[in-house]
Every structure is written in structure tokens, then in C-alpha cells.
């Protein structure tokens, strides 16, 4: 079958570094991304990974390890406006597909 | 650039009645579209999605249906809706490996 796992929810203080993680089980593999979603909106593409390592986008990066078929989304320097849900996706099936993980509902604290 | 719209942004239908959302893409050709539904605090349920005109794959056996008469528009349709059909209903379109989401129409049926 296919499934990500994510955290539910993770809290963090503004200013500080938090990371959420992701494992997956898929029948393919095309490629690891992240999604934001802010209350009431859409989900919003912030990063992906094709291969192993580190992806770095200001202050957010993403990590992947195919062996391990683990992620990770690192958010440094917290703002408050970085509360909101975070999903991973995996491309499957040729590419043509994305499944979502059921999301990390972050809360940044002052 | 290339944009996404969905209409209508919020709908409120009875048990029973049809359903007809529509997305259209701007500002590119021969998309890959998707329809997810997302349920309340809930992450982004892969429905239908597209590689082109007629070609639609279900992701989930249910009372809704999909069609892509034209290139750039994807519709999603129900002949007679359930209380669990309720839901944000969010249509998307792929560039190489990122999804790009219109703004998404809030459906409650009562």
C-alpha cells in the first residue's frame, strides 16, 4: 500500500529551529516534496527532493534519505507566521501521482 | 505566468442534489490536473486527476465523477450528493514536480 507518516502536531517558540519528519511506504518513489497550508487556504509547494541530501530554500530546507525512505523539513529562525499545516508528498506511479501525507499542524508560540 | 481558478469559492447543497465544480488553468498546455477533497483538520484526499483531454483515472470508488472536455478545464461532478461528500474540494495542475492548487471551494452539504 502507500502511506506517509508525519507528525500530528509539533510546537515550537518563534525565533527557534524546528524539524518535521516523514517516513513513506509507496509503490513508487518519484520524489519527496512539502506543502504549507495557512487556515482556510490552499496548500502552497515550499519544497522537493529528487535525490539524497539537503535542499536549502532561505530559511527552509528538506532532506531525504531514499534508503531509509525518510524526510524531513527543517524551519529555521520561526516567525509566527509559519504556524500552519505542513504535508509531504511522495510522486508515484510513474510521476503522475502525489500522495499526501495527512499533515503536521505546526504552533509557534511568542 | 500560469494560474489556476475554481468556482465557487463556498456552496452549500442539500443531500441529494448535484454537484458541478469546475477549475480552469491558465498560461500553459497539456497540464496534468487533480481533484483532492480535504476534510476538516484533515490532509488532501487524492480523487481524480488527468494526463489529458478524456483521460481521467478514480483514485476512489464514490458517487462523484470526473471530466476534462478541454485541455485546461477539469470538471467534478456528483449526480446526488452525500452528508460525507462535505469538504474543501481543491483542484491542482503539475509542473514537473510541483503542484500548483487553485483556491479551493468549501462544500457543506446538509
Known amino acids: 500500500g502507500q502511506s506517509l507518516e508525519q507528525p500530528s502536531e509539533v510546537t515550537a517558540v518563534e525565533g527557534a529551529i524546528v524539524q518535521i519528519n516523514c517516513t513513506y511506504q509507496?509503490?513508487?518513489?518519484?520524489?519527496l516534496s512539502w506543502y504549507q497550508q495557512h487556515d482556510g487556504g490552499a496548500p502552497t509547494f515550499l519544497s522537493y527532493n529528487g535525490l539524497d541530501g539537503l535542499e536549502e530554500t532561505g530559511r527552509f530546507s528538506s532532506f531525504l534519505s531514499r534508503s531509509d525512505s525518510y524526510g524531513y523539513l527543517l524551519l529555521q529562525e520561526l516567525q509566527m507566521k509559519d504556524s500552519a499545516s505542513y504535508f509531504c508528498a511522495v510522486r508515484d506511479t510513474g510521476g503522475f501521482k502525489t500522495i499526501f501525507g495527512a499533515g503536521t499542524r505546526l504552533f509557534v508560540k511568542a | 505566468s500560469q494560474t489556476i481558478h475554481q468556482w465557487p469559492a463556498t456552496l452549500v447543497q442539500p443531500v441529494g442534489s448535484p454537484l458541478s465544480l469546475e477549475c480552469t488553468v491558465e498560461?500553459?498546455?497539456?497540464?496534468?490536473l487533480y481533484w483532492y477533497r480535504q476534510a476538516a483538520g484533515r490532509g488532501l484526499q487524492l480523487l481524480f486527476y488527468s494526463v489529458g483531454i478524456g483521460q481521467i483515472s478514480s483514485e476512489v470508488p464514490q458517487n462523484l465523477s470526473a471530466s476534462r472536455p478541454q485541455d485546461r478545464q477539469f470538471i467534478l461532478s456528483s449526480k446526488k450528493l452525500l452528508l460525507s461528500d462535505s469538504g474543501f474540494y481543491l483542484c491542482?495542475?503539475?509542473?514537473?514536480?510541483?503542484?500548483?492548487f487553485g483556491p479551493g471551494t468549501r462544500l457543506t452539504v446538509t
Open positions: 498560461g500553459t498546455s497539456n497540464p496534468n
Open positions: 509507496t509503490s513508487g518513489f518519484y520524489g
Open positions: 491542482a495542475w503539475t509542473k514537473t514536480y510541483e503542484q500548483y
